[in-house]
């Protein structure tokens, strides 16, 4: 347990429905907590990534819980060759486990996720997303790649296509900390991954194949989708592939430039960042709103 600031971090084990515990972070604001908040983490991306930004909405008196989805960092179990984690087991089963565990850290309050990439993406899987009473996402998008920019498009496309499929024939996993895509991802995280990107609607691409029930049809959330003008993953034609899979949504579409914001970048990933500190006022804002 430590203290940052006006902040109490705990550190736990989340037991999900099929018995495989997965490791989080709980931030407990030392005032009268507002509402609480759910952190879903992009593809690869610890819990410890978006520990400051955690503890900024903590400081303002929102409960907040990260976590690692099973398969990367301490919710790794033996070697990662042996994990059969998924894209889909991360929403059906992770998640779903998170917010109950939320839940219970703070209750009597409404809910809120926070989404980084796939961390809003795979909400429809979660059997407890009604619980929730709004959506904050950011760079959220379905990634399809024949909608990214030619430049970034033949990068994207090696290492979905080529990368991926290599990696895990030689190694039994996807190396993608090689190319600065974070953790090491399970193989068939990453044949998902691959899988989802390839086709419109991400996730989508999967239903009647492996996902025969989710609830991207009834979500009718309030819902914001940042994305940044820097960011070749999460354009808006991804954001609008992404947001279209959700047919009750409502959902409003921000596109962030970082010049406007006085920031270098801000891409797929450095709105946690702690240079970007300016920017989480508005999700301070939108948790007010929709808190009250």
Same mark, same amino acid.
């Given at each position: 347990m430590i203290t940052i600031k006006q902040v109490q971090q705990t550190e736990t084990q989340i037991q999900c429905s099929d018995g495989f515990e997965i490791a989080a972070s709980i931030y407990m604001p030392r005032q009268e907590?507002?509402?609480a908040v759910l952190i879903g983490p992009a593809t690869g991306i610890k819990r410890q990534f978006y520990q400051k930004f955690a503890a900024f909405l903590a400081s303002h008196g929102y409960g907040v819980?990260?976590?690692d989805n099973r398969g990367i960092g301490e919710s790794l179990v033996g070697n990662i060759k042996h994990s059969d984690a998924s894209l889909q087991c991360w929403g059906e089963k992770d998640m779903t486990a998170a917010l109950e565990q =939320?839940?219970?850290s703070f209750p009597g309050t409404k809910y809120h996720l926070i989404g980084h990439s796939a961390g809003g993406q795979l909400v429809g899987l979660m059997s407890n997303a009604g619980d929730l009473t709004s959506m904050y996402n950011f760079a959220c998008s379905s990634g399809q790649l024949r909608n990214m920019r030619l430049g970034y498009r033949v990068k994207a496309i090696f290492f979905m296509n080529i990368f991926i499929p290599l990696s895990n024939a030689i190694f039994g996993h996807t190396k993608s900390q090689w190319l600065g895509m974070g953790e090491p991802l399970p193989k068939g995280v990453a044949k998902e991954w691959k899988t989802w990107c390839n086709g419109a609607g991400y996730v989508k691409s999967a239903f009647g194949k492996t996902i025969f029930k989710h609830h991207y049809d009834e979500l009718a959330l309030d819902s914001v989708w940042l994305n940044a003008s820097d960011d070749d993953i999460a354009n808006q =034609?991804?954001?609008?592939?992404?947001i279209s899979v959700f047919p009750k949504l409502k959902a409003e579409k921000i596109t962030l430039d970082p010049k406007e914001h006085n920031l270098k970048e801000i891409g797929h990933m450095k709105f946690f960042s702690q240079k970007s500190e300016p920017l989480w006022y508005h999700s301070l804002d939108w948790l007010s709103k929709y808190s009250a």
């Open positions: 907590i507002k509402a819980l990260t976590f =939320l839940k219970q =034609l991804n954001v609008d592939d992404m």
